[in-house]
């Protein structure tokens, strides 16, 4: 078996091509910019699909390819089961606008702006304090991870000799990388952000397409040349031990961390903690009007079915690399180029780019690095853009009595985003990762876990107080920074000679055996502390409100709505029905986006149905023999579901991909045209007035 023997010259060819054309959007973006509210949020002139299909750009990154790789390759198919519940319940919470809809209506830069609003200046300065440290501490990851893969991936050594110095690649590369995002945030804020994401999208998907044929071609059968069969697959998958089925995924309860739970937990995140996150901010806002940022999330049901596939082949193909004899070569030589990597983390993180640099060819592989470094600079330069904005919008800004000249406001932000760059260069360099990628988003995440009942609470109920905001916010986060301490604690003393000493000596073996990892992981972390806070709020509130210091906040002023709608962005009369308004469906739907809204839940609904079904046959129709259940969907019959979602997804992966690309090309048009006639106000800068 022939392996790539690394990065050719037509490889670095087109990934230098892809750069200079980046380049040349950034460049070009940068006469548009021109105040504030153009930096932080392209002035809310962004289309549905523009805001989509830039997005798309976002959840393809190298962070979260290989978050879902590591996810993949623990769990397999299991791991996909879950998400047919993940779907309806995203659908639905776009239909109805959970959150994003009224804190669109806000009109609010950031969620702390609309703290301020909604509770105090002082929370804002308080909760944006704690949202910025949570931000940069995850954010602080992405960078190791992506520069990582890339060294994996390129092959490139740990350390070289220049000068008669040693340099450490890993250092150096990080430098440059985060230096390189840092000037995409810096200079054409996010109108910059959102083209050269757009941009970078496009690439992505039509390449994701390319892979996915290759892929398919891996899948194929023996006599056409591919690396593996679908029989192999199949074979592969088997070998999984008892009770951490890959197939089955009611027979996975020993996995270790992607379980049952873990997407259960999840499920009830994606509602307590819709809009808390920041690290996108600039899009939350961007949107034309409520709407267009409504239907755009309902559009994302369909813009990632390629790169979803996608995610899903490559580890798939590795799993069958390293299981099956006929591949020992290939495993022999992966094992070999990870062996020097300390790390058991690292180099499972490491696997599937290193069998990718095996076993593409010249010009697939060089597509493969520029699509990683796309999703890259897509996902860090707006991270690096948002965290930086809200340290000075959130945490500068609300001390000052006065607003910030257009100048000063500008140079400010530049200033933050280059400080957030060198924590990031920092913390990748020094911080050693000790749980899956996911995991560790889960507990950092959680730093601000006080935050969604603190939103919920401010934008749908009137009776949420100041009081109740505070403590839970701060709640939350000293909650999560002391789990975060005690992890790192924990693996620090499983390494220690003496505290394992000590262990052993008062004969608490019991204790030094589980030192190695902390017995609860991330996930179950953050959850604990998400419902903790959630009843805090509700209480305090309740609280408040019997001993007469409630609150009756007006929050038709609050969301621009009746006559406070001075900005004309609610449509309030129409012909739509009581079921239609039950769906979610206001009078701003128009035929089109009542046809994609009814494609989505058709969509979401087959799948929810196939879930139901399959649920119940395993249930009701197995049996018991010696005292063990046995499911009435066998192995081959999971099989088959997967097998067949693999290919509708792929022909409807093509089809929603030229379609979203096209309108998105559209949105971009219109873009420029509005930047070029608005009637730009400096006074739009995040700045809360007393009246206001």
């Not at 040693?166 to 910059?192: K, N, P, T």
């Not at 505070?470 to 909650?479: D, E, K």
């Amino acid at each position: 078996m022939a392996f790539n023997e690394g990065m050719a010259f037509w490889d670095w060819s087109i990934f230098a091509a892809l750069i200079f054309g980046i380049i040349c959007i950034l460049l070009y973006c940068q006469r548009y910019s021109k105040n504030v509210s153009d930096f932080l949020s392209a002035s809310r002139c962004a289309g549905r699909y523009l805001l989509c299909v830039a997005d798309c750009a976002l959840a393809w990154d190298v962070i979260g390819a290989i978050g879902v790789f590591e996810m993949f390759y623990e769990a397999g198919f299991a791991s996909q089961w879950w998400g047919f519940l993940k779907g309806p319940m995203g659908l639905m919470l776009s239909m109805l606008g959970w959150v994003s809809y009224r804190l669109r209506e806000t009109r609010c830069y950031t969620v702390a702006q609309f703290f301020e609003v909604r509770y105090s200046r002082r929370f804002r300065i308080c909760a944006g304090i704690i949202t910025w440290f949570s931000g940069i501490v995850n954010f602080g990851i992405f960078p190791a991870i992506s520069i990582r893969f890339i060294m994996f991936l390129c092959r490139f050594p740990s350390h070289i000799q220049f000068l008669n110095v040693i340099w450490d690649v890993y250092l150096l590369l990080l430098i440059l990388y985060v230096g390189i995002a840092c000037c995409f945030a810096m200079f054409g804020g996010q109108i910059a952000i959102m083209l050269t994401d757009f941009s970078q999208a496009m690439v992505c998907n039509l390449s994701f397409l390319v892979f996915i044929f290759f892929i398919f071609k891996i899948c194929a059968n023996d006599v056409t040349g591919g690396y593996v069969s679908w029989e192999q697959i199949v074979s592969a998958l088997k070998m999984a031990p008892e009770g951490m089925s890959q197939v089955n995924p009611y027979q996975c309860s020993k996995l270790p961390s992607f379980n049952m739970w873990y997407f259960l937990i999840g499920l009830f995140g994606s509602v307590y903690s819709r809009g808390t996150w920041q690290g996108t901010i600039g899009y939350s806002s961007a949107s034309l009007t409520p709407h267009e940022g409504r239907m755009a999330a309902l559009l994302g049901t369909w813009r990632g079915m390629a790169m979803n596939l996608l995610l899903m082949l490559f580890p798939l193909a590795v799993i069958v690399f390293m299981r099956c004899p006929e591949f020992a070569p290939l495993k022999t030589a992966i094992e070999e180029r990870l062996m020097s990597v300390e790390s058991e983390q690292l180099r499972a993180q490491g696997l599937v780019p290193t069998a990718m640099s095996l076993i593409l060819p010249t010009g697939l592989l060089g597509l493969f690095l520029s699509v990683m470094v796309a999703g890259m600079l897509s996902t860090d330069d707006s991270y690096i853009h948002s965290w930086g904005s809200i340290f000075i919008q959130d945490v500068i800004l609300p001390f000052h009595k006065e607003p910030f000249t257009p100048k000063q406001h500008l140079l400010a932000l530049r200033l933050s985003i280059v400080g957030v760059g060198i924590f990031s260069v920092l913390f990748s360099y020094y911080f050693r990762q000790t749980e899956h990628i996911f995991m560790f988003f889960s507990i950092t995440g959680a730093i601000i876990s006080g935050a969604g009942a603190v939103m919920i609470g401010g934008l749908y109920w009137r009776h949420g107080t100041t009081l109740a905001a505070w403590i839970t916010f701060i709640s939350g986060a000293v909650l999560a920074v002391t789990s975060i301490i005690i992890q790192q604690c924990w693996h620090f003393a499983s390494g220690n000679g003496l505290a394992s000493w000590l262990l052993n000596t008062f004969h608490w073996e019991w204790v030094a055996a589980s030192m190695e990892k902390f017995p609860i992981n991330g996930r179950v972390i953050s959850f604990y502390i998400m419902v903790f806070s959630l009843l805090l709020y509700v209480s305090i509130s309740l609280l408040q409100k019997l001993l007469g210091k409630g609150v009756q906040f007006n929050l038709e002023k609050m969301l621009h709505r009746g006559k406070y709608d001075t900005h004309k962005e609610h449509q309030e009369h129409g012909n739509t029905r009581k079921w239609e308004r039950l769906l979610g469906i206001t009078p701003e739907f128009t035929r089109g986006d009542k046809l994609i809204f009814f494609a989505s839940l058709a969509w979401t609904a087959l799948w929810f149905f196939i879930f139901i079904f399959y649920t119940l046959a395993y249930f009701l129709g197995g049996s018991r023999v010696d005292g063990k259940f046995i499911g009435g969907v066998d192995t081959e019959g999971w099989l088959s579901l997967w097998k067949g979602q693999i290919y509708v997804t792929l022909v409807l992966g093509i089809g929603c991909t030229l379609w979203l690309s096209l309108g998105g090309i559209k949105d971009v048009i219109s873009l420029f045209k509005r930047l070029k006639t608005l009637k730009r106000d400096d006074a739009d800068n995040g700045f809360v007035q007393k009246d206001q």
